[in-house]
C-alpha cells in the first residue's frame, strides 16, 4: 500500500521546503545584511574611533538643502556654501541663484540674497576677512545637436572719444546683405582714444601735435536672428548697429568673429564681490576687465589677488590675460600674462613666486598649460620642473603646500586624463622647491586610481584625504568610498574611517575650527553602474573625527585669553591652563574649495614659548610665508590632540 501524505502534512513540508528554498535564494542578501551590521557595531567601538577615526552625519533642514559647488571658511567659524545655479539650468533660467551660511557649532543655517549666478565662480580670502567672489556663469552650455541657431562673437568697435557705447542685449547687428545676429548679454564698449603723436621736420624742430583716435573694443556673444546653417560664416564682416542714430551710427559698428553652430560651451561673467562675514552679505565691487568661468583666485603676498584662466564671454580658454585685484581701491587692473587651463592650482611660495604643479579641474588641451613649474610673477618667467610620472593624468587630481608651509613641499596626488577620459592614476609625488634645480620625486601610491580626491592639511601636519571616483564623473558606479591619512614624516598612507557619502566632482572638504572635517556635495554623471539613469546631486553633509580627537577629546589643550590682532613684534601670548602640556603650534589659512582645488590653505610652524599659565607663539614675518589674513591658530600635546582653535589676524 502506498503511504499518501495528508493535506497538512503537506502544508508543512511545503512550508519548511519553501523557507529553506528562499534561505538559499536570498543567501548574498542575507550574508550582505550581517556583514553591513557587524561593521557598523565594529565602526561604533571607541578602540576603532581612537585608531581610525569616526564619521557623522549633519542635520540639514530641507530648505536649506543645496548644491555644494564651492565651501569656504570664514574667521566667523562660519562655512559659506555657494551654490548659484548649482548645475541646474532650470534654476539659472528662472534666476535663482544659492548661498547658505552654515554655523557649525550650532548647527544653524542662513539663505544670503546672491546677486548673480556664482556657479563655477573663482574665490579667495582678503586680508579684513571678506571672501572675494569673482566671476561665474553668464549661459550654461548646448551641446552638439542642440545648438540651433549659429553663434558666435562679436566685437564691437566706438570710435566716439567723447562717448561711451551701451547695448542692451537684444542688440541686432546686420550685415550689408540683411543678415542679422542678436546680443546675448549687455555690453559696454568704452570711449575711444585720443592718441597724440610728436612729428619733426627736416630740421629736427619739432611740429604742433597732431592727435589721432584709437577705436575701443568689446565682444558680446550673438546668435543668428533664425534657426539654419545659412547664418554659419568664417568670414569676417561689418555689422550695422540696429537702433542707433545720428553720431553713434557712425562711430559704432561690430565685426563678426567666427560663427558657427557647433557646440556652445558655458560662458563667464566679468562680476566681482566681497562677501562680508559680518553683515553677512555680498557687496559689489568693480567687475573684472575679462569674463570669467571656472577661474582660479589665488592671494598674494601683499594682500592682493591674482585671477587667471576660465572660459570667456564667448565661451573660450582666456588665452592668459590675468588680472590682479587690490581690495583697498577696489579695483583691477592687468597682471602678466600666462595661459593656463581653467582652475589651476597655483599656490604663493617663499619669494613671492607660484609653484603650479600641473594640477587642475577642468578645461584645456591635452598640450598646452600642462607642465609644472615656478612662475615669477615680476618676471613673467617660467622655470619648468620635471620629475612628474603621469603628466596625462593630472586634470581633477588634489595638490597642496605640505604642513609646515616652511618645507615648500607641494604634493600632488592622483588625477585623471583631460575630459571625460576614462584614465586615472594612483601616483602621488613631492616636489622640494628650496632645492636650486626642484624636481619631483615619486610618493606612495593611492589605494586606486583616483580622480576628485579632496585632501585636508591637519593640525598635526598629516594630509586627511576622502573619496573621489575611479571614473570620471563617477560613472559605472565609480565612487570610492575610503579614506586615508598621509604622513609627510614617514611618506605613506595610513588607513582612516571609511565614509558612507560617496563624492566625486562638484564635492568638497575643508578644516573646521574644533578640528574635524566637513564634507560637502557631488555631481554625478550617472546614477547607477549600467549608466543608464541620470545622475542626481548630492546634498547631504557628513563630518570626520579624527582619532587624537576620539583618544583625548576631554584633555584637549584650551586656549582662553590672548591678542585677536597679531602685534607687530609677531609674537602673542595667550593664557592657558595646559602650557606644560603644549609642545606644537600651528598658523592654519582657513580653506576655500571647489573642483578638488584649494589653494588657500597653508599650515605654518610657529615657535613656542611656555610660561607659567601661559603660551607664546612666534609668527614668521615673511608674507609670502605667511600672507595678510585671518588664521586658525591650533595647539598640540605629545599625544596629537589639538585645542580647538583661536582666531588670530596677520598683517593689514
Request: net charge positive.
Amino acid at each position: 500500500m502506498a503511504y499518501r501524505l495528508s493535506k497538512r502534512m503537506k502544508k508543512t513540508v511545503l512550508g519548511a521546503g519553501g523557507v529553506a528554498l528562499l534561505v538559499g535564494l536570498n543567501a548574498p542578501a542575507a550574508w550582505t545584511f550581517a556583514s553591513e551590521q557587524y561593521y557598523d557595531w565594529k565602526i561604533a567601538q571607541p578602540g576603532y574611533k581612537a585608531k581610525y577615526g569616526s564619521w557623522t552625519s549633519v542635520d540639514i533642514p530641507d530648505r536649506f538643502r543645496t548644491n555644494a559647488i564651492h565651501a569656504a571658511l570664514l574667521h566667523t567659524g562660519k562655512v559659506l556654501i555657494v551654490a548659484g545655479s548649482g548645475n541646474e539650468q532650470k534654476k539659472f533660467d528662472a534666476g535663482s541663484f544659492d548661498t547658505i551660511l552654515w554655523d557649525p557649532k550650532a548647527n544653524t543655517f542662513k539663505k544670503i540674497a546672491t546677486p548673480e549666478d556664482f556657479f563655477c565662480s573663482g574665490h579667495a580670502a582678503l586680508p579684513d576677512g571678506r571672501m572675494l567672489v569673482a566671476g561665474g556663469t553668464a549661459r550654461y552650455e548646448q551641446l552638439e545637436g542642440e545648438v540651433k541657431r549659429a553663434g558666435g562673437g562679436m566685437r564691437v568697435k566706438n570710435e566716439s572719444p567723447d562717448k561711451a557705447m551701451v547695448l542692451k542685449k537684444g542688440t541686432k547687428f546686420r550685415s550689408p546683405s540683411g543678415i542679422e545676429y542678436v546680443s546675448q548679454f549687455d555690453v559696454t564698449v568704452p570711449k575711444a582714444k585720443r592718441v597724440n603723436h610728436i612729428t619733426y621736420n627736416a630740421a629736427g624742430v619739432m611740429q604742433p601735435w597732431r592727435t589721432s583716435v584709437k577705436a575701443s573694443e568689446a565682444r558680446v556673444f550673438v546668435q543668428a536672428a533664425a534657426d539654419g546653417k545659412q547664418y554659419v560664416t568664417d568670414k569676417q564682416a561689418q555689422y550695422e548697429i540696429e537702433g542707433l542714430k545720428g553720431d553713434d551710427a557712425d562711430n559704432a559698428y561690430g565685426l563678426s568673429e567666427k560663427i558657427t553652430m557647433d557646440k556652445e560651451d558655458f560662458q563667464g561673467i566679468k562680476a566681482a564681490y566681497e562677501f562680508d562675514p559680518v553683515a553677512e552679505k555680498y557687496v559689489p565691487v568693480d567687475p573684472m576687465e575679462k569674463a570669467r568661468w571656472y577661474p582660479t583666485l589665488v592671494g598674494l603676498e601683499d594682500g592682493k589677488v591674482l585671477a587667471v584662466s576660465g572660459l570667456d564671454d564667448v565661451g573660450m580658454i582666456d588665452p592668459g590675460d590675468n588680472e590682479i585685484y587690490d581690495p583697498k581701491t577696489k579695483k583691477w587692473t592687468m597682471g602678466p600674462k600666462r595661459y593656463f587651463p581653467t582652475y589651476p592650482a597655483l599656490f604663493l611660495t617663499k619669494g613671492g613666486k607660484l609653484f603650479y604643479p600641473a594640477s587642475n579641474a577642468g578645461y584645456g588641451p591635452a598640450d598646452k598649460g600642462r607642465e609644472p613649474g615656478l612662475w615669477d610673477l615680476k618676471t613673467n618667467k617660467f622655470q619648468k620642473v620635471p620629475g612628474l610620472t603621469d603628466t596625462d593624468q593630472t586634470e581633477t587630481s588634489a595638490s597642496l603646500l605640505l604642513a609646515p608651509a616652511q618645507d615648500q613641499k607641494v604634493m600632488i596626488m592622483g588625477g585623471g586624463g583631460v575630459g571625460e577620459s576614462k584614465k586615472a592614476t594612483s601616483r602621488t609625488a613631492v616636489v622640494d622647491l628650496k632645492k636650486d634645480n626642484p624636481h619631483f620625486t615619486t610618493g606612495p601610491r593611492l589605494p586606486q586610481g583616483t580622480r576628485y580626491l579632496n585632501s585636508v592639511i591637519m593640525p598635526d601636519d598629516s594630509v586627511f584625504t576622502s573619496n573621489g571616483s575611479s571614473d570620471y564623473r563617477g560613472r559605472s558606479a565609480s565612487n570610492i568610498l575610503k579614506a586615508q591619512f598621509y604622513d609627510p614624516k614617514d611618506n605613506a598612507f595610513h588607513d582612516a574611517a571609511s565614509p558612507k557619502v560617496g563624492r566625486n566632482y562638484h564635492s568638497e572638504a575643508l578644516l573646521l575650527p574644533d578640528g574635524r572635517v566637513a564634507t560637502f556635495g557631488s555631481d554625478p554623471l550617472y546614477d547607477n553602474q549600467q549608466n543608464t539613469k541620470l545622475g542626481h546631486f548630492e546634498q547631504r553633509m557628513e563630518i570626520f573625527t579624527p582619532p587624537a580627537l576620539h583618544r583625548g577629546a576631554d584633555k584637549r589643550p584650551v586656549l582662553r585669553s590672548g591678542p585677536e590682532t597679531l602685534p607687530d613684534d609677531h609674537r602673542a601670548t595667550y593664557r592657558t591652563d595646559q602650557a606644560d602640556r603644549i609642545v606644537k603650534a600651528r598658523l592654519m589659512r582657513p580653506s576655500a574649495v571647489t573642483h578638488t582645488t584649494d589653494v588657500e590653505q597653508r599650515s605654518i610652524e610657529l615657535g613656542v614659548t611656555k610660561g607659567d599659565g601661559a603660551v607664546t607663539v612666534d609668527v614668521p614675518k615673511d608674507p609670502s610665508l605667511v600672507p595678510p589674513g585671518w588664521y586658525m591658530l591650533f595647539v598640540s600635546d605629545a599625544n596629537g590632540v589639538t585645542s580647538e582653535a583661536k582666531w588670530v589676524k596677520v598683517g593689514e
